[in-house]
């Protein structure tokens, strides 16, 4: 298969920063669009990724799955895009396309395995996938997005991931009208989860270890902000939530939020703690709780909640940087210090 150079940024070891190199992009195929990438968002698990934290990582590695751009070229037998639109491609760049998982569109769960936009076996060109902090991207249509005109670009890209993490456990757990829903943590999913929540017409209730958040819990369109170290405030929120949606990627109790749900509601897990969590056996049991999780979406899930999130002026805080920032924005996001997600311009790369 015919290939093409193109500028990236990536690294070679967990241990290495990551600096300018070139990468191997697939020339365009019938089915295949190519975007010149405008913006790409970094997301928490981009840093687990480069430094090898869940294992299995392919050196090198160049990371980056919320990646927004502009059509530059089309196969011929694309019809669904043209050169010139905008567009987008997010976690998930190819799937077997003819298992349950796949005809019921959650791409994610393929029984043959879903190939990521980075870090995956690339079943067409061959070795692996490599990520959006590069020029350009290259994928079959079926999971190329159509992005909507959002006033701040830019802002949007982390939708592509962090954006659909949280929406779809909302809408599957019914988030709406007459709905009290929790949201433990604000970083770069929970502030989405709060402003999309809200969206969707339920009651929004936050949860952050950090005083300085509460504030700012509000001010994202909040309804309420607990700080869970303070015990007499959990305490009023005894059976008050009909389900929690929980951000967190960190050791922490997940039995101190279990306990707050009404019967049969659910903490639903959507961040990565490195470590396991052990769960009290009266905390599911008493009220017939759950504790589940949820593994971002498929691509028409994707799709609607870009749509939805363009209709109610829904995009990230953001900080917008240059790409030779990018190794102090992985300290900084290392040590919590965005608010709330980092985008890199990607013009910065230049040729």
Known sequence: METTTVKAYGTAAADAPLNEMTIKRRTVQPHDVEIE???????????????NDFGGTQ???VPGHEMVGRITAVGDHVRNFQKGELAAIGCIVDSCGHCEYCHDGIEQFCDEGVTF??????????GHTFGGFSKTYVCHEKYVLHMPAFKDLAASAPLLCAGITVYSPLKHWGAGPGKKVGILGIGGLGHLAIKIAKAMGAHVTVFTTSPSKVADAKRLGADEAV????????????????????????????????HLLRHEGAVVLVGLPP?????SAF???VGNRSFAGS??????????MLDFCFQHN?????????????NTAFERLEKGDVKYRFVIDMASLTD
């Not at 007499?232 to 039995?255: C, E, G, P, W």
């Not at 470590?275 to 769960?279: A, R």
């Open 227 to 258: 700080l869970s170290s303070d015990a007499d405030q959990m305490a009023q929120y005894s059976r008050k939530l009909h389900f929690i949606i929980d951000t967190v990627s960190a050791r922490h109790d997940v039995n101190a939020y279990l």
């Open 283 to 285: 905390g599911v049991i």
């Open 37 to 51: 990438i405008l913006y790409c968002g970094i997301c928490h698990s981009d840093l687990h990724q480069i430094r």
């Open 117 to 126: 936009s980075f870090n995956s076996t690339d079943t067409i060109s061959g």
């Open 295 to 304: 593994n971002i979406g498929g691509i028409a899930e994707t799709q609607e």
């Open 275 to 279: 470590e396991p969590l052990e769960i």
């Open 314 to 326: 829904i995009t990230a805080e953001s900080e917008i940087i240059d790409i030779q920032y990018v």
């Open 59 to 61: 050196w090198p590695i």
